[in-house]
């Protein structure tokens, strides 16, 4: 073999397998992709179906129901437009209450229910994730102290 052959043969086969590297970490990377929606957008159906996404919001008063012989729970999620109705097999954060701020991790199933498979609520008064907050600020209900560019403020604790 040529030396020129051979330096060409092994640049093919160094892009190669670049490419192929490139082409597993961008599989992984969107297998791995969890979006975040609100209940109004799950509601105007632009979330996807049974693909892993996080909604967050309040969970509306008066509807957090448990199941007497397991650890189910049913509980509504709002943006105070829209709620949707979570269900969630196991033990609930310590921080978690009516009226109170959660973000749920898990799938939205083809009979209109989110299947979570972690639920994440706010851990003090002021906190609340980013994404959640500007949601709630799109739909005017926000903390509505005007900042000084004339949109509500957002607190962010991290």
Do not use: C, W
Request: hydrophobic share 40%; no cysteine; proline share 6%.
């Amino acid at each position: 073999m040529k030396p020129r052959h051979r330096r060409l043969t092994l640049i093919a086969l160094v892009l190669g397998g670049l490419g192929l590297s490139a082409g597993l970490a961008l599989t992984a990377f969107q297998d791995n992709l969890v979006f975040f929606f609100t209940p109004s957008e799950v509601m105007a159906r632009e979330a996807p179906i049974d693909r892993p996404i996080r909604i967050g919001g309040l969970v509306k008063a008066g509807s957090v129901e448990r199941e007497a012989a397991s650890a189910r729970v049913h509980f509504k999620v709002t943006d105070t437009a829209e709620s949707i109705t979570v269900s969630y097999d196991g033990i609930l954060p310590d921080l978690f209450r009516e009226g109170q701020g959660v973000v749920a991790q898990g799938r939205l199933g083809a009979d209109g229910r989110f299947h979570a498979t972690q639920v994440l609520a706010r851990h003090d008064e002021t906190y609340m994730p980013a994404e959640a907050k500007e949601a709630l600020d799109r739909i005017g209900q926000g903390n509505g102290t005007p900042g000084p560019d004339g949109h509500p403020e957002t607190t962010t604790a991290y």
